[in-house]
């Protein structure tokens, strides 16, 4: 299989361009030289960001503001095409898969360099596969290397956890082959995740890029993360100034491609949706994610442009069946998912357009089943699941997050409650945690510490696998799903899928999958479906609006 720059994989999603147009950013213009390109050149344009990047290392990012930051100064060897999930090369110039989906060829593009000025060619391409594949210590957390272990497994020296990568070979300067060690419905879709992008070796070593060390259950990172990230981006690094709360990126004036029109980025941190709003209406900030729904309409007649998105997500309350025993019991499970009225609650905390999930994944993804009936409030039902259970006086730890707005989780303080006051009354009570997203919730969440949990996902591609196989493809997940007696049989057909070559055998598997999963297993319980949205000053203008929430401002200008 040959795939060129116009070639189409034949799994991804049938996701068209957005119907919306290229939007304008606006700011004080340094400098107001027409490009010739649809924009001005020049001036700063400043974001206002939900909450604080973890870090600047793209390999160990899990969190949506991290990848924000991070895919304006970095380039995988595929990407998507911008406002579809359709991929396409990027560093690379085409790729070419052997019959058996297990040897990868990539043609590289010619006189890229990386911020440091140094040649970007095939061996830096395996130098990073290596440099992922060799992760040691506390690196290996899943806390750590989500991305990594979500979507490859294993480690060179994790022999219990077998990783999909094998090895990567320069076979010349432009020339980079990499060997798999069974094929994969998402190769390489996968390779387009900022998680994957390519960073400089030369920096990489420079500056002790994989010394991550624990600290408690917190982790420290090395200099690269967070002074020093290098790719081969149209802006680069300048500084972060937490005083201040800002991330400064400024144009690459090397790039290899259409260089950006503006002169910098500047990331302003501001935790609260109400207080971003007001910052826009001053004129402080030029736009951000994520507005809320209820004031889209007002946004449009105060003359700014809001642009919405498809539906690409999911919400689901996270349920943890390690802790409490009650908790493995599927009929808990399924009283919890009758006690949720999740039609009221997209009709009254989420955005036009937003509607409830009968499973893990939205309709526009192969392997979608279109017969799971969508389960109804029930509280009866529920009561008498729970009295069956013998778990009438189920007391549970429930999390929700705080400084954060999510696509799928437009206001989490809000959703907690509609959730947490409809399983009060069918007996339910909770310790109640809430913390900062990125100041101790993921950490939590991912050390089995809570029984419930608020968290979602935008898809990073069009693969059924990249749903349900990112949730549940291991027994060691955030749901624990490895303390039931199914979690070894769900994770082995997921494997079973993801390995098969055949795109109708593929996808009907995937459907059985969800239908088993909905209606046999119940390891969470998915809400709902919903179109988020971004906005800008009118005299912005280059974003396209990305389902994957995968913008990109190299093309954006002001004015």
Known sequence: MVHSVTARRRWVAAIGFLSVSALALSGCAQSQRDSGGGGKQGGTLTFGAAGAPKLFDPFYATDGETFRVSRQMYEGLVGFKPGTAEVEPALATKYESSADGKTWTFTLKEGVKFHDGTAFNAEAVCFNFERWYNQKGAAQSDAVSQYWLDNFGGFKDTPDKPSLYKSCTAKDAKTAVIELNEATSQ????????????????????????????????????????????????????????????????RNEDYHGTKAKLDKIVFKIIPDETARKQALKAGDIDGYDLPNAADWAGLKSDGFNVAIRPAFNVFYLGINQKN?????????????????????????????????????????????????????????????????????????????????????????????????????????????????????????????????????????????????????????????????PWGATLKEALAKANAEPDEAKRTKQYEEINKKIMEEYLPAIPISHSPPALVFKSDVKGVVPSPLTDEKFGSASKG
Do not use: C
Not at 230 to 243: I, L
């Open 187 to 250: 190769f390489p879709s996968v390779l387009g995740f900022t998680s994957f992008s390519i960073s400089s070796p030369e920096a990489l070593k420079k500056y002790d890029a994989d010394n991550v060390q624990a600290a408690g259950d917190a982790f420290t990172y090395p200099a690269y993360a967070n002074e020093h990230p290098t790719g081969t981006g149209p802006f680069k690094f300048s500084k972060y100034d937490k005083a201040n709360n800002t991330v400064e990126l400024v």
């Open 324 to 484: 409490n025993p009650k908790l493995a019991d599927l009929k808990v499970r399924q009283a919890i998912m009758y006690a949720i009225n999740r039609e009221q609650l997209v009709k009254s905390q989420l955005p036009e357009g937003a509607k409830v999930a009968t499973q893990f994944m939205p309709d526009t993804v192969n392997g979608y089943n279109k017969d799971i009936k969508e389960v109804k409030y029930d509280l009866e039902k529920a009561k008498s699941l729970l009295k069956e259970a013998g778990a009438e006086n189920l007391k549970l730890k429930f999390y929700w997050p705080s400084e954060v707005t999510r696509p799928y989780m437009p206001s989490p303080k809000d959703l907690f409650g509609a959730i947490s006051g409809d399983l009060q009354k069918a007996g339910i009570t909770f310790d109640v945690v809430t913390k900062p997203w990125n100041g101790g919730y993921l950490t939590d969440v991912d050390n089995s510490i809570p029984d419930l949990f608020l968290l979602g996902w935008t898809g990073d591609n069009g693969t059924a696998h990249n749903w349900v196989g990112t949730f549940f493809g291991r027994t060691d997940n955030r749901f624990n799903t490895g303390v039931s």
